[in-house]
């Protein structure tokens, strides 16, 4: 078991970074889609700031409960948002992946931790 979380830690982690530096990179289509959906500009910003960090301390054994924390409520918030510009289920599906993925780490995490 503590094989697989850190494998998934290190998968949800690594596309946590991605997302989050894609965001800090100023993507074009994610600027828009930040528009489109009513944020102001700096949160664009402000979420790739948390998906890095969330994804760094996913990864890494000692924080990894806190980052799975981090990543669950960003995705919460990330499936809101799909859900209610009217964009629907097929494209909060990556949202609820990481979510879910998340979700599993923190639990293994805290069983490991209780251990």
Do not use: C, D
């Not at 596309?15 to 500009?41: C, H, T």
């Not at 948002?81 to 879910?100: D, N, Q, S, V």
């Not at 993925?101 to 490991?112: C, N, P, Q, S, W």
């Amino acid at each position: 078991m503590k094989i697989l979380e850190h494998i998934l830690a290190a998968l949800v982690g690594l596309g946590m970074i991605a997302a989050g530096g894609a965001k800090l990179a100023s993507v074009e289509q994610l600027v828009q889609n930040f528009e489109r959906w009513g944020y102001p500009s700096w949160f664009l910003y402000v979420t790739g700031v948390i998906e890095v960090v969330a994804g760094i301390a996913i990864i890494a054994p000692k924080t990894r409960l806190v980052g799975a924390a981090l990543i669950v409520v960003t995705m919460l918030g990330a499936t809101a948002t799909h859900l209610r510009a009217g964009e629907g289920f097929a494209e909060a599906i990556p949202a609820i992946a990481h979510l879910g993925i998340a979700a599993v780490v923190g639990a293994l995490a805290l069983r490991r931790r209780r251990a």
